[in-house]
């Protein structure tokens, strides 16, 4: 029911659901429970309390969920215009799994060139995520390299127009 509320945008009936049997959640559903709070506007250490509770309660082995739960956190931090406290919530979900295309993203704007420049050629590799290569250009410009840019950027052109044919219906 909670889902429900929270796609009616019925988030106050979507978190009254939910708090009273937080402490005995998994860690996936407080996380889910952060990121409601956080579209409800509340208070900021509510909403870190919550995000504290979720990796105390983080059992599994798999690093998926693990880093699922830092990105969501870094993203909401990034939202709100904290993008230096969003960076190690991204940087962790990288340590996590690091094939994760949305968190090198995400931490290149953050990192020194060179560094976002290593960390997104390795995503690259295993990843074909347009944004990917747009990141990798704002690296290289930031860089100050003025060959590599255009032509990741032609990439991207590209793989998105190849995303769209594939989604568009005859």
Do not use: C
């Amino acid at each position: 029911r909670a889902s429900i509320f929270m796609a009616r945008a019925q988030y106050d009936d979507a978190l009254a659901l939910q708090l009273p049997y937080l402490e005995k959640r998994d860690s996936l559903t407080i996380t889910r429970a952060a990121i409601l709070a956080s579209k409800m506007q509340k208070p900021p250490s509510d909403i870190e309390h919550l995000f504290d509770l979720a990796r105390e309660r983080f059992l599994d082995v798999s690093p998926f969920t693990l880093a699922w739960m830092d990105f969501q956190r870094g993203t909401l931090l990034e939202l709100a215009g904290e993008d230096k406290k969003a960076a190690p919530w991204f940087a962790e979900a990288l340590d996590a799994l690091p094939p994760y295309a949305h968190a090198a993203v995400h931490l290149a704007p953050t990192q020194a060139p060179a560094d976002a420049i290593r960390s997104l050629e390795e995503v690259k590799k295993t990843s074909d995520d347009p944004e990917v290569l747009a990141a990798l250009a704002n690296a290289h410009e930031r860089a100050g390299h003025t060959t590599e840019p255009p032509a990741l950027i032609e990439q991207a052109k590209k793989r998105y127009d190849e995303i769209v044919a594939k989604t568009k219906v005859s």
